[in-house]
């Protein structure tokens, strides 16, 4: 029997190449949560112009608070179109394959995200964030049907952990570089210059990416491991209608409505959370962000690596896969609990600890719950299975976003983090209400199946 240590590592060089991927897709869609703290791109949104004598005019707290209702509206927008695009990415990935769908998605999101340098008012706003999340929207379909394609099983949850890390250090770069791009040249630039990331990233995809058989740099041994729990690949089609008739697809799909919205709420929001909180004795601007979010997002890195690398250590003790990624599940949820509290402590540092705990939380659930399309059902439904449940994350996305800029302006950040620290806890339960045992979906029950012959007919 062939270890990893013996069967050769190339493997690992394609989750970089995703890692990569990963953090570029974040940087641009992060770019807009921390100029959105600018001034003056406030006011040019609004269309708030200087006085007849030319001098600026002062942002009402009035002003402050319908910005921030339409920035709710703007962000609704880009979930709402990443949830389509969800699903049509993840079905075109599937027919089409990895290197091509993938890379028609970073074209598209790159072009978006230059295109956001443009615009002049909020719905010039909402339109370019509304292409960029239908561009976006295929990064995690490809990244975990690359994932389902280079590893065997019990090294799923570790190479999505790693890939998913890009997640956090795309908005590190951000929080590092976007504040002063703008200081410096202004917020148009912050989406320009990180718009042209994307090109680069399609030229290296392109050029780099096969599917194992076809790569040269593979072994005979290392492709021989990569295959070693394969299962059989039905040759027909499957439906996103037969797909929903397993109750895989629905755990997967609630592990995603539960706690996508919360991560989008932590990307959109904390920045004017750290920058508008009356309740902390120390503000954050554009000149101050970088240091803290390098703290919460570095950390946030190592609970997606340490969390994924956390399940593949209890299946190496000879736990089941259910046992091992509901134990690691729930570690998760629970260190995510003490977050209510960021939103009423005083102390900057404490809210910093609270917020890192429980993005580092949330990144190792979603390392878990991606594991859950390649551990449930064969490869060639990997990327239609991720796009159904990434909808589902979307659209509770849209409603969190839709609501947020409403209950922020109204009650403070209270309400919106006591939202966070039950959201994982309740997906639990529900996921395992659901699917008590992970019971991998064979092949054959793909080819044989529809709706009604799974669920039971009403």
Not at 114 to 130: I, K, Q
Not at 141 to 163: H, Q
Not at 257 to 278: E, K, Q, R, T, V
Not at 287 to 303: E, N, Q, R, T
Request: proline share 4%.
């Amino acid at each position: 029997m062939q270890t990893p240590t013996t069967s050769g590592r190339f493997r690992w060089r394609i989750v970089a190449l995703l890692f990569l991927a990963t953090t570029i897709n974040y940087v641009d869609r992060q770019v807009l949560s921390f100029t959105m703290t600018d001034e003056l791109f406030r006011k040019e949104m609004l269309d708030i112009a200087p006085d007849q004598n030319g001098v600026p005019t002062v942002l009402t707290r009035e002003a402050t608070d319908r910005f921030k209702i339409l920035y709710g509206d703007v962000d609704a927008a880009f979930k709402f179109a990443y949830a389509i695009g969800f699903l049509l990415v993840g079905w075109l990935i599937d027919r089409i394959g990895t290197r091509r769908g993938f890379s028609l998605g970073i074209f598209f999101w790159s072009v978006s995200a230059l295109m956001t340098s443009f615009v002049s008012n909020m719905a010039g706003l909402r339109w370019a964030r509304t292409l960029l999340g239908l561009g976006e929207s295929a990064n995690f379909p490809a990244a975990v049907k690359t994932v389902a394609e280079w590893f065997p099983r019990k090294e799923r949850s570790f190479a999505n952990g790693l890939f998913n890390a890009g997640t956090n250090v795309g908005i590190i770069l951000t929080a590092v570089s976007v504040p002063y791009l703008i200081l410096r040249f202004g917020w148009r630039s912050s989406f320009f210059v990180t718009g042209l990331l994307g090109f680069g990233l399609l030229i290296l995809w392109w050029i780099t990416y096969t599917k194992p058989e076809r790569n040269p740099n593979v072994s005979a041994s290392e492709l021989a491991y990569i295959r070693s729990d394969s299962d059989k690949v039905p040759f027909r089609k499957v439906s996103w209608t037969r797909l929903l008739g397993f109750k895989q697809t629905w755990a997967f799909a609630i592990g995603k409505f539960m706690a996508d919205p919360i991560w989008w709420f932590y990307m959109s929001w904390l920045p004017d959370f750290f920058n508008s909180n009356d309740a902390l004795d120390q503000k954050l601007d554009l000149k101050s962000f970088g240091v803290p979010f390098l703290i919460i997002y570095v950390v946030s890195d190592a609970g997606s690596v340490f969390f994924g690398w956390l399940t593949t250590q209890f299946m190496s003790w000879g736990w089941s896969a259910n046992r091992a990624r509901k134990t690691t599940m729930l570690i998760c949820a629970l260190c995510v609990v003490p977050i209510f509290f960021a939103a009423q402590t005083s102390s900057l540092t404490v809210a910093i600890a609270l917020i890192s705990l429980a993005t580092a939380a949330h990144q190792g659930w979603a390392a878990n719950t991606y594991t859950f399309a390649s551990d449930l059902f064969p490869k060639n439904v990997v990327a239609s299975v991720t796009g159904i449940g990434g909808m589902f994350g979307a659209v509770g996305g849209i409603l969190l976003a839709l609501l947020s800029g409403r209950i922020i302006t109204a009650f403070g950040y209270v309400p919106m983090f006591v939202i966070a620290s039950c959201s994982y806890l309740i997906a639990l339960i529900l996921i395992h209400l659901v699917l008590p045992t992970l019971n991998p979906v064979k092949a054959e029950e793909l080819e044989e199946s529809d709706y009604w012959s799974v669920v039971g007919r009403p």
